[in-house]
């Protein structure tokens, strides 16, 4: 037996709720420089089942939030991002992406128009990075600040809407990618109608100091189980999502990625970011790569690494997620590959140890999207 | 007369005469989770101590399984191809993976009593 994990080394950090977590049984792991729970004890099969027909609720406190104030900051942020960020109407909130010179992926995130700011949810790995990044693009008119003093959580499922509602009948009517402040059990909290799991929810942020108590307070809720990394990563998987660091990064352009509808029409033409050009080009030329799911045939996973060839053994991409799915009962994978072979139907093959795994091409995402769209 | 031995991959090596049953230790599952498929190694194929004989795959990883012995492989556990939870549900039964034939028994010297591998998970 490889790969048994062993304890976590000393200078993770925690988020809010790690007491949560201790306390619930959780297994904790290093992901991102926290300590984070991938598991609880029902497991992850349970966990992502649990998530598709109720709710889960999950700490993603983790994930860097900030907010960029003053003048002009709608057009700062534009010279980072293909989004156009001046046309979010506020409570509106649009997924993006940093870009680099060659049209490359430095990370995804979430933008929302908060009134008189915009708040800006990161990925986790990719903090440390982005900020300084964003306080480059920044003049002395604007200024940035992480938003240290609040917890991040999320709550997904179907009936995520009716146990938040309860707390404040309002959420019930918002659209999927809005954003509002609400009064949440006593707490003044910005609940936004978003998420990574493919089902209707909401991402919370919650002052630090009552994070705990209302975790705890979801939690009590029948339809409420706590949800780890894992089943995290599961869902997303089946939503046909991509993770950041596994299916982006700086050598995957937008239209590779299949993310085109990131980049705002105004902005395909105007440009005036990283990579505009190398993107624009793509568009009339197409990509040479296109994200695809694939379906393995037999029980084996198929991981991120393993190449995917033809039946002569040609190379024709790469998988970069991949593993079980629960709500499927059996294997998923992601892999970009060469557009013209990238044809939903065909069969390919996958190499695990050596060994060629038979493998349809099939459109993503493998599990239909639930958002409530108004 | 049998005996069961572990090895430091986290094995359980039950030897009853000259032929050991191998499967993964009740820690290793649960450290593992969920396991949903298992590859076992070939029926005749002859493998060497440390040797990859096999991967057991739960939600989240692949983990490689190392023959605990030199010899043949002469039985594999054929049904946890359809029911790879067995190995959750009974690791240390209807969840073993392979027999083999040892070819010397000097290195059954290399693994550990019960009371071993319990300090020596308690330790790890």
Not at chain 1, 108 to 135: E, F
Not at chain 1, 318 to 343: D, F, H, K
Not at chain 2, 83 to 98: H, L, R, T
Request: with cysteine.
């Amino acid at each position: 037996m490889s790969d048994l994990q062993s304890g976590a080394p000393q200078a993770l950090k925690r988020t809010p709720l790690y007491d949560l977590h201790v306390e619930l049984g959780a297994k904790l792991v290093p992901f991102a420089g926290y300590e984070m729970p991938v598991q609880y004890p029902s497991g992850i099969t349970t966990e992502h089942l649990h998530t598709r027909k109720a709710a889960g609720l999950f700490d993603v406190s983790h994930m860097g939030q900030v907010r960029i104030d003053g003048e002009g900051r709608e057009a700062a942020l534009e010279t980072l991002v293909p989004t156009d960020v001046a046309a979010i109407p506020e409570g509106g909130v649009k997924y993006s992406l940093f870009t680099n010179d060659q049209g490359g992926i430095l990370d995804d995130l979430m933008i929302s128009n908060a009134g008189d700011n915009l708040y800006l949810v990161v990925n986790a790995a990719c903090k440390d990075q982005d900020i300084p990044l964003l306080r480059s693009a920044l003049s002395p008119q604007q200024s940035l600040s992480e938003i240290d003093d609040h917890a991040l959580i999320a709550l997904q499922g179907p009936k995520a809407v009716g146990v938040l509602s309860r707390f404040a009948p309002s959420l019930a009517r918002m659209p999927f990618m809005t954003t509002t402040m609400v009064d949440l059990a006593g707490l003044w909290c910005r609940a936004s109608r978003s998420g990574y799991t493919g089902e209707d929810g909401f991402e919370i942020s919650v002052p630090v100091d009552g994070a705990l108590e209302f975790a705890r307070t979801l939690l009590a809720d029948e339809d409420v189980e706590p949800i780890g990394l894992g089943a995290r990563d599961t869902l997303r998987l089946e939503a046909g999502l991509p993770l950041y660091g596994n299916d982006l990064d700086g050598t995957t352009t937008p239209n590779e990625a299949g993310l085109l509808w990131a980049v705002s029409k105004s902005r395909r033409e105007t440009g005036g970011y990283p990579g505009a050009d190398v993107i624009r080009a793509q568009i009339t030329e197409g990509a040479p790569r296109k994200r695809v799911g694939l379906k393995p045939e037999g029980r084996a996973p198929v991981r991120g690494g393993a190449e995917v060839i033809d039946g002569e053994g040609r190379k024709l991409g790469l998988v970069t997620s991949g593993g079980y799915s629960p709500s499927l009962g059996g294997p998923v994978a992601m892999a970009y590959m060469e557009r013209t072979e990238a044809l939903a139907g065909d069969q390919v093959f996958a190499l695990v140890r050596g060994k060629p795994l038979p493998c349809t091409i099939v459109k993503l995402p493998f599990v239909q999207q639930n958002y409530y769209r108004g | 007369m049998s005996e069961l031995k572990f090895s430091e991959e986290h094995e359980w090596i039950l030897i009853e005469g000259d032929v050991a049953t191998v499967g993964i230790t009740d820690h290793a599952q649960e450290q593992l989770g969920e396991i949903v498929y298992v590859e076992t190694p070939e029926v005749g194929s002859e493998v060497n101590k440390n040797d990859d004989t096999g991967v057991v795959e739960s939600v989240k990883a692949a983990s490689e399984v190392f023959a605990p012995l030199t010899g043949e492989i002469i039985e594999v556990n054929e049904a946890l191809a359809d029911n790879p939870q067995k190995v959750n549900d009974d690791p240390m039964g209807d969840g073993w993976f392979f027999k083999m034939k040892i070819a010397d028994t000097g290195e059954l010297e290399g693994l550990m009593d019960e009371a071993a591998y319990k300090s020596f998970v308690a330790g790890s």
